[in-house]
């Protein structure tokens, strides 16, 4: 059962969690947020030097998360004069546990001081050219989950909810990062091979005109990202998105889809992406 106060007073809930990880970290403040997705977690360690560690079951309304290779930590990092708030692992929609329980991570880190958050994440890619490994930076979104974390008559604007400065500077340090519009799908299960050709459909006409080389530019689809960048835009947080392709998106490529090649697809490139956040972080 998720906790009442998540469910009624989600902004309340997370000053809770915050002050308990205040009290932990006996620090006062974090400036970075990073929620490290499917394929991403083997990554934290080069990122930084972990100053304190704990488990998200012993922090108030957050739970372990369901999704194996999602550690379930919490963790507060000093890079350079950076302190980042690392999350292992999130909850997604398709846990069931409510969209506030999905946008948790995001309004405690902002109650923690964060004003930037990078959220990460594992992707299937519709562009033929991007495959298992290549890495995106996420332009824009499409959440196509019918739900919004925010309240009634929340009216934020969503231009731009992927900050241009910080994938200005991704793209100054790595020219070879895609760039790309995420489908937040709903899931748990995969989408059929209808649905990712309904998707590539909807963005036929626009697609092309927006982003010009078909090798840089793409669409990709995955199960979170879209839901935490509604809550923290709300909270004027600047947003990073950085997705790694871990699959052909289903109809294109004759394997079956499963989460272990997700996993598999992040142990073997952790050092690369180590890399790429640790270098992303020193230009922040
Ligand atoms: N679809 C949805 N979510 C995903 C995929 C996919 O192909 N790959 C990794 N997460």
Not at 164 to 182: E, K, S
Request: include cysteine.
């Amino acid at each position: 059962m998720i906790h009442e106060l998540l469910a009624n007073d989600p902004l309340l809930a997370a000053t809770r969690a915050a002050e308990h990880l205040r009290c932990v970290t006996k620090l006062g403040t974090h400036d970075i947020a990073l929620v490290l997705g499917s394929g991403w977690g083997d990554a934290v360690g080069s990122i930084g030097c972990t100053e304190h560690a704990v488990a998200m079951v012993d922090v108030p309304d957050f739970r372990k998360p369901n999704v194996p290779g999602h550690g379930g930590e919490i963790r507060s990092i000093s890079a350079g004069s950076h302190r980042i708030l690392a999350f292992l692992g999130r909850t997604h929609l398709n846990d069931k546990l409510g969209v506030n329980a999905t946008a948790h991570a995001v309004r405690t880190a902002h109650q923690m001081g964060c004003t930037t958050v990078i959220l990460t994440n594992g992707a299937g890619s519709l562009n033929p050219f991007w495959l298992p490994g290549f890495v995106a930076v996420i332009m824009d979104h499409d959440n196509q989950t019918g739900v919004s974390p925010l309240g009634p008559a929340e009216f934020i604007c969503m231009n731009d909810a992927y900050s241009p400065r910080l994938w200005q500077t991704c793209f100054d340090l790595r020219r070879d990062l895609g760039r790309a519009v995420y489908v937040q799908v709903p899931g748990p299960e995969y989408e059929t091979p209808a649905q990712i050709r309904r998707i590539r459909a909807q963005y036929a006409q626009s697609f092309g005109s927006m982003y010009e080389d078909p090798r840089k530019s793409g669409l990709l689809v995955g199960m979170s990202t879209g839901i935490e960048t509604i809550t923290a835009r709300a909270l004027d947080m600047e947003v990073l998105g950085l997705s790694l392709v871990t699959n052909l998106a289903a109809g294109m490529s004759p394997l079956p889809l499963n989460h272990k090649e997700v996993l598999d697809t992040g142990h073997a490139h952790a050092p690369e992406l180590g890399r790429l956040l640790a270098d992303i972080l020193e230009r922040m």
